[in-house]
C-alpha cells in the first residue's frame, strides 16, 4: 500500500512523473556514440529518443581538438572496393547502410579538420532522421524502482527545464567531458587546454612548461614550437609513442615534432616527476618557479612566493631551475558523473581508469542494469588496448551492445548465419581478410563460430565481446553445445609497449611454422570444446584475451594483411580446423566423389553435402590436367589406355 | 625407429672421427725461409704463408690455416709457416706487415701467389688450393659457349661433371674439388661462377650450388646432346661422390637371381633397386622399357632387369615390377604397375617418405604442412596464370549490379576471387558463356564478393559459388544443380520457357508430350511432363503449379486444364487430376493419378519417375540413384553394354526380380573413373565386362559375379539368391573409412 521510501522521496522530487509517458531507450549526448546508437535503434523500430544538450549533433567537436586538426586518420584511397575492408582504414565514418555517409565524402585531408567532422554528425543525424531532441540539459539522473519495468526501474531524467523522461534503458554516450584537474600549491596559476590560447603570436619568446604527455599536450606544443624561447613538458610517466604501444590513443607520431627538437639538442626538454609533489610560485614579474610541495607547505601559508626555498636552493643544477612565462596543464578528461545520482551507482572505475565509469564488457554500468555506457565513456573495457574510446572502436561496441538489447527485451536473437561445414575455412578467411569490427577493435571484439551437432554444419556470429563469452548463450540467443571456434586479431604477445623497439630486425615471420610468434596484427583462432565458464574467463592467463583454448591456431602475420594465400595461410587454417572438428575440410571434384561414393562408406563433407545433392563440382580440361601433374588425380583415362595396349599380347605383363 | 637408429649412428661415427682429427692434427710447423726450402721435395706440393716474425701469433687467416693442415695433407699436400727472420730475407717476405701472403709450390717452382683475404677459412683454402693445382681436371668456364664447346669436345670420349657454385672459396666449391681430386682423371670436370650460365641449360632455383652429370661418353652422333642429370642432394664432398659413383655405374644390369640377394653398386650406396620382371617372349620390349626407366630413375635408384624364365625363385605371376629398399633387412615388394610414371612414382614416393620420416623426428607439426592436398586448390593454384576469357561475361560492380539485373534477364555468378571452388567453377561458367556466345537472351555475369562484399550480403549471398537467375517480374531463382560446363547450360535453356507451361488446346497438349513443342530442349530434360486438371480443381492445380516452379530449369512441366481435359484422360486412362509423363527417348507416355498430392511430394514423384529403369551410370547422375538407398547392381563395361547382357538385366527387371536393387551400368570409355574403382575392389583391373552387387549402404560390402559364368538371367538369378542368402563372401574387404589427413597445434 505505502511502497518504499525510496519511491515515495522519487515522487515527492519529480512531481510530474506520473504523467510521464516511459520510452523504452534514451540515449544521452548526439555525439558520435549516441547518433550511432540511434542509428540502430532506428533501423530497428525501437522507441528511443536522443537527449542533447547542444543546438546540433557533436557539439564537442565545436571547439575541441583546439588546434581543429583531428588526429583520426581519413584514408581515402586503398585500392580495394570492398566497403568492409575500407573500414579498416577509415577511422571517422559512423556505421549505416548509405554509402554517402562516409566521411570521405567530407574532407580530403588525411588528418581532417574538426568542423569537418561536425558537418558530417550533422548530415549523419540529418540524413538518416535520427530522433535527437537538441538544447535538452539533463541535470539529473534518478531511478525509479518498477518491478514490471524491463530492468527493475525506470530511469528519470531531468532537464534544465523541469522536464522529466521516464527511459526503461538509459545509453550514455555523454563522453568525456570534464577536464582533469590536479591540486596542488600555485595550480590556479595554471592555464587549461580548453582555454589556453591557440593563437602563436601570444606565445612570442616565452618559456613555456606544459603539464601532461598525451596528444592534447603535444598538439599544443607543436602549435607553439616555432615562436617559443622552449617548451618543457612535464608528466608523471614517460613517453608513450603509439606506434610502439600500438595504441591509437598514445602519442601520435604527427604531433611528435617536440620529440624531434628534443633529441635533437634543441632547447625544448621532456621531465619526468609526480605532479602531486610540485608547487608552482609566482614571482613579482609574474614568472612562474616549479618547486615542491614539500618546501611550500614549510615555509607556510603567509610567506611571500620569494621566500619559499626553490630545488635550485639545494642543488644547483635543477633541470627545471629557470623561469616560466606560461605553464599549461593538459592533463586529459574525466567522465562526468555529477548528473547521476548516487542510486544508479555509477561509481568511477579502478585506479588504472579512474576517469571511466565502472562497467562490465558488455558495456552495461556494473552498479545499475539497464545503463549502458557507450563510446568514450565506455573506454574503460580496452583503456590502452583497443580503440573502444574511438569512433573507429566504438561503433562496433555500440553495435554490439544493440545486438545485446535486441536479444534481451525484444526476443532477436544475434544475427547468424547457417552454412555447411564445408563453407567453414571460406567464412574464416572471407572474415579474416576484410572484416572491420575485428580489424579494428582487435582483441576485444571476436566473431564466435558454434559449431553443429556432429561438425555437420555451423552458425557464424560477428563481432561478439570476447570478455562475455561465458554468458554466449543468453546473451545472443544462440545454443553452443558441440563447440566453438573464436576468432579474432592480434598482435605478438611481446611486441607492443612504450619501451619497445618495434623496428627491430626479424620483427616479422614469413614461415608457417612460425606463424605463433606473429608480431604484427594477425588472426588468432581459438577453438574450444566447451564453452568456457566465468570461472575460466576472468581467471585466465596473463596478458591473454581469452582462457586457455583446446587449441589454438595463428594464421601467419602478412604484410599485405591478405590472408589469402593457398599454401602460406589457407593451408594451414584448414588443417587446424580439420584437426579440431575430426573431419576432412578438402574440397574435391565431382570425379573423385564419385569414386568415393562407390568406394568408401563415409565421404568427406564436401562430397556429402555438394555432390551427394547432385551440386557436386566438375573439373575443366585443363583443371584435370594439373590434378594429375600434381599427383593428387589419377589419369583413369591414361591407365585405361595402357590396359588396352596390354589387352593385345595376352599374357604379357611387361610394363609400358 | 630404424631411420632415428641410423642418423644416431652417424651422429656416433662422426663424433669419434673428430676426435681422432683432434689428436692426430699436426700442428703448422714453423719454419724459417731457410728451412722451409730446404724441406721441398721435387713433385709435391706444399702450401706456405710467410710471415713477419713479429707480427701477432693468432689470425683469422691462421686460424684456418690451422684448420686446413689436416685436410691438405690429405691430398699431400704441406702446409708451413714461415717466419721471414731479419738474418734471412727471401723474396717472398714482403716489405709491408700487411702485405704478407700465401704461396703455393709444387716442388720448387712457384705455382700461385695468394693474397690472404683470399683465404678466409678452411674452405677457401683447401678450395683455391686444390683449384690451382687442378687446372687441368677443372675447366673454369664463364659463356654457354665455353659449355657447348667442352661438351663438343668431350662427346664419346668422356662424360662431364658440370657445376655451378656462387663463389670460388665456398664449401660448395671445396666438395666439388675434393671430388675432382678424385674423379679428375675419369671425368671433365667444368666449373662456373656465371649465373647466366645456370640458367642458359634451364635450372630455376640458382639461388643454390648445382651439379649436373653430362653423360657424353655415350655419345657419338655430335649432333645430339649429352643427357644432363642434375644431383638433387646439395653439394657436399659425400654427395657427389655417391652421385658420380651412381652415374658411373651401368645404366641397366640383367640378372636372373632371387632379387632379395642381389646387390649392386647402387644397393651398397644406399639406394632402392628397381626389377623389371621379364620373360623370353618379351625381352626385348622389357629391355626398352628398363632403360627408359633407368634413364628416369638414374641417380635415385638402380634398375635391373629381372629374367623370369631362368629363375629358380618364386615371384608371383602377376607382379611385374619388384622394388627392393635401401634399408637392409626390408622384404622386397612384388608390384603390379602398369606404366613407366607409376614405377618412377612408386620410387619417389617411396624414397620421399623416408626422407620425410627423418624431418618429422624434431618437427611436431608433421612432415606435409606445406603440402597441398586438397586437389581443388591444388590445381586452380597451378592454373592461376592461364588468362580465361573473362571478357564473355559481363563484370558487375556495385554501381552496375542493379541497372544491369533489371535492364535483362542475367545470370550472375556469386564468387570470391580468393577461393578455389570458386575459381574452379569460374572456369566452367565462362564455357559456358563461351558455348552460348551470341545465341542466349540471357546475359551472363559475374560480381567477385571478394571486391563488392556489400552487394553479395545484399542479395543474400554469404557462401560461395553461388548462381542466381534474375529475371523481370520474378523473384530471383538461386541455381541448385552441378557446378559444371552441361548442368548449368542446361539450366539456363529449359529456363527459356515458363514453369510450368500453359497448354491451351487439346492439340497442343498432343504436341508437347510427343516431343514436337519443345524439340530444341529435348536433349536437356528427359521428360516431358503434364499435370492435366478439370477447370474446377484449384487446389490439386495450384500445388502443381508450385511443383512445376520448383522444378523449373531441371525438368518440363506443362499444365492442361482446359474444359475438354476429358479427352486426354481418358485417352491415357487415367482419373483427374493426373500427370503424364512422356519418356522421349523411349517414346513412352506414362500417366500418374494425383490424389490429394502437395507440391512437395509432386516433385519428389516427378523426380523419382524421371529416373531410368537400367540407366548408364555416370558422374553426373549417380546421386539421383544413390537416393534410392538400394545396392547397386553394377555392370563395367569397357565400351557400349553387350545388348544381350542389357537385355537379361531388362527381362530380370521386368519380372520384378531387381526390386531391391538398382541395375545400372558404367561405360568405362565415358566415365574412366570407373577404372579407379574397380582397382579399389579389386587391387588389379579384372577382365571385362564385370557385374556387381555394391552395397554402400549396409556394411560397403561389394559382390562380383563369377567371371567364369555367362550373364544370362538364369545364372544371374540363382547368383542374386545365393547373395541374399548370404552364402557368398564379399571379395572386397569392409571399405576404406573415412582417412585422417591433418595436423595443426594442440595447446598443451
Redesign the interface.
Known sequence: MWGSPGLLLTLALHPALAVAPARDYCVLGAGPAGLQMAYFLQRAGRDYTVLERAPGPGSFFARYPRHRKLISINKRYTG??????NLRHDWNSLLSHD?RLLFKHYSAAYFPDAGDMQRYLGDFAGRLGLRVQYNTTVLHVALDKDRRAWNGHYFVLTDHKGRVYRCRVLLVATGLSVPNRVDFPGSEHLEGYESVSVDPEDFVGQNVLILGRGNAAFETAENILGVTNFIHMLSRSRVRLSWATHYVGDLRAINNGLLDTYQLKSLDGLLESDLTDLAILKDREGKFHVTLKFFVEEAGTNQSADAVTLPQDDSDNFAMRVAYDRVIRCLGWNFDFSIFNESLRLSSGSEFSRKYPLIRASYEAKGSRGLFVLGTASHSVDYRKSAGGFIHGFRYTVRAVHRLLEQRHHGVAWPA?Q??IT?LT??V??RV??ASGLYQMFGVLADVILVQENATAFEYLEEFPTQMLAQLESLTGRRARHGLFVVHMEYGRNFSGPEKDVFFYDRSVGH??DA?QSNFLHPVIYYYRHLPTEQEVRFRPAQWPLP??????HIVEDFLTDW?A???H???L???L???L?T?L???????C??F????????PFCRQ???????????E???R??V??????D?????Q???D?GQ?PG????? | MCSSFRVFRVGISFVTMCIFYKSAANSLPELSPHEYFSTLQPGKASLAYFCQADSPSTSVFLEGLHEAVRPLQDYGISVAKVNCIKEETSRYCGKDKDLMKAYLFRGNILLREFPTDTLFDENAIVAHVLFALLFNEVKYITTPEDLQSAENALKGKANIVFSYVRAIGTPEHRAVMEAAFVYGTTCQFVLTTEIALLESIGSEEIEYAHLYFFHCKPVLDLTQECRRILMEQPLTTLNIDLFIKTMNAPLLTEVAEDPQHVSTVHFQLGLPLVFIVSQQATYEADKRTAEWVAWRLLGKAGVLLLLRDSLEANIPQHANVVFKRAEKGVPVEFLVLHDVDSIISHVENNVHIEEKQEDGEDDVEGPDIDIQDDEVAETVYRDRKRQLPLELTVELTEETFNATVMASDSLVLFYAGWQAVSMAFLQSYIDVAAKLKGTSTMLLTRINCADWTDVCTKQNVTEFPVVKMYKEGENPVSYAGMLGTEDLLKFIQLNRISYPVNITSIQEAEQYLHGELYKDLLSYSSVSVLGLFSPTMITAKEDFTEAGRALKGYVITGVYSGEDVLILSNKYAVTLPALLLARHKEGRIESIPLANTHAHDIVQLITDASLETFPEITVENLPSYLRLQKPLLMLFSDGSINPQHEKAVLTMVEQKHLDSLTPCWLNLKNTPVGRGILKAYFDTLPPLPLLVVVNLHSGGRVFAFPSDQAITEQNLFSWLKKLRSRIRNPISKCLLALMQHSSGVFVP
Not at chain 1, 561414393?597 to 568427406?604: D, E, F, S
Open positions: 580495394r572496393s570492398n566497403a568492409e575492408f554509402p548465419t552454412h555447411p563453407q571460406s567464412s578467411l572471407r581478410n576484410e608457417t611454422e605463433w586457455r583454448p583446446t587449441a589454438i591456431h589469402t593457398p599454401v602460406g589457407v593451408l594451414p584448414r588443417r587446424f580439420e584437426n579440431c575430426g576432412d578438402r574440397s574435391f571434384y565431382a570425379e573423385s564419385f569414386l561414393a562407390l568406394t568408401r562408406q563415409k565421404l568427406p555438394g555432390y551427394l545433392r547432385k551440386q557436386g563440382l566438375a573439373s575443366t585443363s583443371l584435370r594439373h590434378g601433374e600434381s599427383g593428387l588425380m589419377q583413369h583415362a591414361a591407365a585405361g595402357h590396359l588396352r596390354r599380347q604379357d605383363r611387361r610394363p609400358v
